[in-house]
């Protein structure tokens, strides 16, 4: 298929700049995938849409201030890195800005010193930087908590007041160059009327990084490379998925991020989840023949993104570009900071 099939009108006005209040007070577009039927509802409506034995399967994966500005030790001038992935102990793929002027050898001091990083190697696949990190005391980690700033997308051009709104109330390990979205607008209260309504709540992870950022350039799909993002789906998750499916229950999946983890787990020839840690480079396009997501809730994507690519592939290319243009008209708000949309 080609890129321009997903492609779409999104007006800049209807980017969402800051989260609804509280968090589940936002919007929910409800499609039925067999019917096609649009519902309009809000987030805190969702309990409503479940159904007893139902799983939902949440990426509890925390954002880390991954952002870092500081200064090339030679020459004194600014350099940007945008920490994505550790590759070993301190040493981390990391963008960087500007990229071309960052070579190997290059020193970068942050923070007056609180932070060191040395410039081990340009990673062709990417145009990255390996960026190995050391500090006069204490941890690397405590190092880019003091000098870090949380890395809100691009399309997002205003600061929030607190990080912790970037932040599920499921969030755990600090991993992620960005926030799994669709887990934003959940709340501990709609979670407990989620289980009221008898669902069981299962976690993954998935470390959010590099193709979040990087538009689809490539005119075919099948030319696109994704980037290889660290998953974990424990033991307890594939119990959970395994007890739904015995009590007939739907696999509900919060994010596309939790898609990814899911389908990307499964054994090559029994099709069965499995417990695993590893990376992951699944591409999700339509055709791709879907295993263990039953649902999912989302958040509305970018034009010609793989996001958009994997829940047309979900829900079918048609209906969904109908959705968002009745989306659009209705007046939605997209992206991260945006309203929900749920698919079952």
Same mark, same amino acid.
């Given at each position: 298929?080609?890129? &321009?099939?997903?492609?779409?009108?999104?007006?800049?006005?209807? @980017?969402? $700049? #800051?989260?609804?209040?509280?968090?589940?007070?936002?919007?929910?577009?409800?499609?039925?995938?067999?019917?096609?039927?649009?519902?309009? =509802?809000?987030? &805190?409506?969702?309990?409503?849409?479940?159904?007893?034995?139902?799983?939902?399967?949440?990426?509890?994966?925390?954002?880390?201030?991954?952002?870092?500005?500081?200064?090339?030790?030679?020459?004194?001038? &600014?350099?940007?890195l945008l920490l994505l992935r550790e590759r070993y102990q301190d040493t981390w793929e990391c963008?960087?800005?500007? +990229? =071309?002027?960052?070579?190997?050898?290059?020193? @970068?001091?942050?923070?007056?010193?609180?932070?060191?990083?040395?410039?081990?190697?340009?990673?062709?696949?990417? +145009?990255?930087?390996l960026v190995r990190f050391t500090v006069p005391s204490g941890t690397v980690l405590d190092a880019?908590?003091?000098?870090?700033?949380?890395?809100?997308?691009?399309?997002? !051009? $205003?600061?929030?007041?607190?990080?912790?709104?970037? $932040?599920?109330?499921?969030?755990?390990?600090?991993? *992620?160059?960005?926030?799994?979205?669709?887990?934003?607008?959940?709340?501990?209260?709609?979670?407990?009327?989620?289980?009221?309504?008898?669902?069981?709540? !299962?976690?993954?992870?998935?470390?959010?990084?590099?193709? !979040?950022?990087?538009?689809?350039? %490539?005119?075919?799909?099948?030319?696109?490379?994704?980037? /290889?993002?660290?998953?974990?789906?424990?033991? =307890?998750?594939?119990? /959970?998925?395994?007890? /739904?499916? #015995?009590?007939?229950?739907?696999?509900?999946?919060?994010?596309?991020?939790?898609?990814?983890?899911?389908? *990307?787990? =499964?054994?090559?020839? #029994?099709?069965?989840?499995?417990?695993?840690?590893?990376?992951?480079?699944?591409?999700?396009?339509?055709?791709? +023949?879907?295993?263990?997501?039953?649902?999912?809730?989302?958040?509305?994507?970018?034009?010609?993104?793989?996001?958009?690519?994997?829940?047309?592939?979900?829900?079918?290319? %048609?209906?969904?570009?109908?959705?968002?243009?009745?989306?659009?008209?209705? +007046?939605?708000?997209?992206? *991260?900071?945006?309203?929900?949309?749920?698919?079952?």
């Amino acid at each position: 298929m080609r890129t &321009s099939d997903f492609d779409y009108d999104l007006p800049s006005g209807i @980017i969402a $700049q #800051s989260p609804t209040e509280p968090r589940d007070a936002c919007r929910l577009m409800v499609v039925d995938r067999r019917s096609g039927q649009i519902d309009h =509802r809000l987030f &805190s409506d969702l309990p409503e849409y479940l159904r007893p034995g139902d799983l939902l399967v949440v990426n509890e994966t925390r954002v880390l201030p991954a952002r870092l500005k500081g200064a090339k030790d030679e020459t004194g001038g &600014s350099v940007e890195l945008l920490l994505l992935r550790e590759r070993y102990q301190d040493t981390w793929e990391c963008l960087a800005r500007p +990229g =071309r002027r960052l070579k190997p050898g290059a020193h @970068i001091v942050f923070g007056d010193g609180v932070l060191k990083g040395f410039v081990v190697d340009v990673l062709p696949d990417t +145009g990255g930087r390996l960026v190995r990190f050391t500090v006069p005391s204490g941890t690397v980690l405590d190092a880019i908590h003091r000098v870090g700033e949380v890395p809100l997308p691009p399309y997002i !051009t $205003q600061p929030i007041a607190d990080p912790e709104l970037y $932040q599920t109330v499921f969030a755990r390990d600090e991993r *992620s160059a960005a926030a799994p979205t669709a887990g934003l607008h959940f709340t501990e209260s709609l979670l407990e009327r989620c289980r009221k309504a008898g669902a069981e709540l !299962t976690e993954i992870e998935l470390d959010v990084g590099l193709d !979040t950022f990087r538009p689809v350039t %490539e005119e075919e799909t099948s030319e696109h490379r994704m980037h /290889a993002e660290h998953v974990r789906v424990p033991e =307890r998750c594939v119990a /959970a998925v395994e007890r /739904a499916r #015995s009590r007939g229950g739907r696999v509900v999946a919060v994010g596309t991020t939790t898609v990814r983890a899911l389908e *990307s787990s =499964r054994d090559q020839e #029994s099709g069965a989840l499995v417990a695993r840690e590893g990376v992951t480079d699944l591409f999700i396009t339509p055709g791709f +023949g879907f295993g263990v997501v039953d649902a999912l809730v989302t958040n509305f994507h970018m034009p010609r993104s793989t996001l958009l690519m994997m829940v047309s592939a979900f829900a079918g290319r %048609e209906l969904i570009l109908r959705a968002y243009a009745n989306a659009v008209a209705e +007046g939605y708000r997209f992206l *991260s900071f945006g309203d929900a949309m749920l698919l079952l």
